[in-house]
């Protein structure tokens, strides 16, 4: 018998008292750009877990950071440990994208047992808690990926959308705002501003267009975490949703640069209670790179 997740935020101190249940699998998912995410892993980890890499460990598409095909991400979650009677609890740092990441992932493929650990491994060694540089070896699980598609749009979604705005998906940008104005592109390494007068940026040898998916709102990632980078409270969440537009009683399309801050957007508004949730994962790495698709950018002063 599985241990049963309280919610899909769970606080530090739930994790602390099942830690070491054995039908509980937790997956640190600390990411850096110079790929030094794994060795903060090794440097010290919540006992007990495994890490991912989104980047390495995730990607899988034609469109870079694109998610593993179902049979890779199967047996990449049985390599380790985690099975179809697993309880996942996923961690980060900072801004918690790449825990967003896995919870989103692990529904797509019908896994609904997952949470994501509020305030991840900061809150953790705030509150004192030990961490560990012990790797451990779990046994080789079975998972049986089952496919949920409503949780996966694709660009000919997000077209038949802006054909019919008022009966279509919400859509949301939740890049940083200059690259939802226009200003700036984005790459691993950040925002990228353009030069005075182009449209476009080089990034890793695509052509991406500035600018954003016409009626989009915007919705920054971050926005939805608290200065601790706890999340916002469901009310607090729900309150931002509304601000920017967004009804519970339609879909929303979630899109960023790669589908990574787009994850933590989604989990949130899950958080305030949007139940029609999904991730346009090749986000602006296709659409922008794509000039049959149209952009929107905002009007600059003059």
């Known amino acids: 018998m599985t241990v049963t997740l309280p919610a899909d935020l769970v606080e530090t101190a739930w994790l602390a008292e099942h830690l070491y249940d054995p039908r509980l699998r937790v997956v640190d998912m600390r990411w ?7 060795r903060l892993y090794y440097q010290g980890h919540i006992p007990g877990a495994v890490h991912l890499d989104w980047h390495s460990d995730l990607n899988g598409g034609s469109v870079d950071d694109l998610l593993l095909s179902p049979d890779r991400f199967a047996a990449l979650m049985a390599a380790n440990g985690i099975g179809d009677d697993s309880a996942v609890v996923a961690y980060a740092d900072t801004d918690h994208s790449g825990a967003a990441r896995l919870w989103w992932a692990l529904h797509y493929h019908g896994h609904e047992q997952v949470a994501v650990l509020n305030g991840g491994i900061d809150k953790w060694l705030a509150e004192g808690r030990s961490l560990t540089t012990a790797v451990p070896q779990p ?3 079975r998972f049986t990926p089952r496919l949920q598609p409503r949780w996966l749009a694709t660009a000919d979604e997000i077209a038949a959308t ?7 998906a919400q859509l949301v940008d939740t890049r940083p705002p200059e690259q939802y104005a226009g200003l700036a592109v984005w790459s691993p390494q950040g925002s ?6 182009q449209a476009w940026i080089e990034v890793d040898g695509a052509r991406l267009r500035a600018g954003h998916i016409p009626g ?11 200065p601790d980078w706890t999340y916002r409270s469901p009310p607090d969440l729900a309150t931002l949703a509304a601000q920017a537009g967004l009804r519970t009683d339609r879909r929303v399309i979630l899109y960023c640069g790669v589908g990574i801050s787009a994850s933590l957007g989604l989990f949130s508004l899950h958080l305030a209670g949007f139940n029609d949730l999904a ?24």
């Open 32 to 38: 850096r750009g110079d790929g030094s995410g794994r």
């Open 139 to 141: 046994a080789a699980a």
């Open 162 to 168: 802006l054909e019919n705005r008022a009966a279509g």
């Open 192 to 197: 990228r501003y353009l030069p005075p007068g």
């Open 216 to 226: 989009a709102v915007h919705l920054h990632s971050v926005d939805n975490l608290a």
């Open 279 to 302: 991730l346009y994962d090749a986000s602006w790495r296709e659409w922008g790179a794509d000039p049959d698709r149209p952009v929107e950018v905002m009007a600059q002063p003059a």
